[in-house]
């Protein structure tokens, strides 16, 4: 079989580099501010699918799925983010090893089930950023109306809500260590979210 | 900040709602004469008291139904679509105490 182009996000490589980047603050430490790490992973893979069809394709490959709103691993490599009863994004474990991400998207391309919904190009149209570090939780306090405490937000929650006035989902991922948020958001917004981060970041 | 309880995602600011207008009976556009096809669709009925409204959830894009007081803005109520299946989609029956404050 020929292997499928990837996709990359509207704004191409000049965007998104391909290699998964390290954690940067966003901030320097310098100028003070707060100490917050961001990683840009839209470049990384991931797998949304959606509509009728898409949880029982899924279940149907012996991946336990959570429950609304909860973020779960459901095999070795891969997380499962469930944001409705047939939309579920789904996220490697580790950026670094998208093996079973890939794995998963080739099974589902080829398969010929009459319904496993459809792609919702999560990939695309989603950017992902990781924040984390230190002062990660007093950032999140200042531009998400959620309560997102390290003793309320426990890690594999999830907030479908706002973050620097836009819609956001927010995930209580926990990454390299210490705690932290996967944050998924409308791709052309990603400069005007990284500003505003850092504006806050920066004000503190 | 006013706070309103998304039956999906819980208590959410105002400002992450949009709302859809009234819940109406449907209409069957096969029978329906022009003027009440034309009524259905550009005009609505305004009214003050507590009615149901279709309510959406931006950031998960959830629709939800809210009961709502047109004239105070108070949330009476919000529950999933399913609830109302079974039940009347008019209006409740407004009383002079509900409308005036």
Same mark, same amino acid.
């Given at each position: ?204 | 900040?006013?706070? +309103?309880?998304?039956?999906? *995602?819980? /208590?959410?600011?105002?400002? =992450?709602?949009?709302?859809?207008? #009234? ?17 259905? +669709?550009?005009?609505?009925? *305004?009214? /003050?008291?507590?009615?149901? =409204?279709?309510?959406?959830?931006? #950031? ?35 009383? #002079? ?5």
């Amino acid at each position: 079989m020929q292997a499928m182009a990837k996709r990359r996000t509207p704004l191409g490589l000049s965007y998104a580099p391909p290699n998964v980047p390290s954690p940067a603050r966003l901030v320097p430490a310098t100028s003070g501010g707060l100490d917050v790490t961001l990683r840009d992973l839209t470049a990384c893979d991931r797998l949304g699918l959606k509509g009728r069809g898409a949880s029982g394709w899924l279940s149907a490959r012996g991946l336990a799925l959570p429950q609304s709103n909860c973020r779960a691993a459901v095999s070795a490599h891969v997380d499962a983010v469930r944001l409705g009863s047939e939309d579920i994004l789904l996220l490697p474990r580790s950026p670094e090893h998208p093996e079973g991400i890939q794995q998963l998207r080739a099974d589902w391309q080829v398969a010929t089930d009459v319904r496993k919904g459809f792609d919702a190009l999560r990939e695309e149209t989603w950017a992902w950023f990781h924040i984390g570090g230190p002062d990660v939780f007093h950032l999140m306090s200042m531009t998400c109306p959620v309560d997102l405490g390290l003793e309320r937000f426990l890690p594999g929650r999830v907030a479908q809500t706002r973050v620097a006035q836009m819609d956001c989902i927010v995930v209580r991922s926990d990454r390299a260590g210490g705690p932290g948020f996967d944050l998924f958001f409308d791709v052309t917004s990603s400069a005007f979210m990284r500003d505003s981060l850092t504006v806050l970041a920066s004000a503190s | 900040m006013k706070i +309103m309880n998304c039956p999906f *995602n819980g /208590p959410r600011n105002s400002s =992450e709602f949009t709302c859809f207008g #009234p819940v109406r009976p449907p209409i069957d556009p096969d029978t329906a004469d022009d003027a009440a096809w034309s009524r259905h +669709m550009f005009q609505l009925d *305004n009214t /003050p008291g507590v009615i149901r =409204e279709w309510w959406r959830h931006t #950031p998960s894009n959830y629709f939800f139904i809210a009961e709502r007081n047109t004239v105070t803005d108070e949330i009476v109520a919000t529950y999933e679509p399913a609830a109302l299946h079974g039940k009347a989609i008019t209006p409740k029956e407004i009383t #002079p105490k509900e409308i005036m404050p």
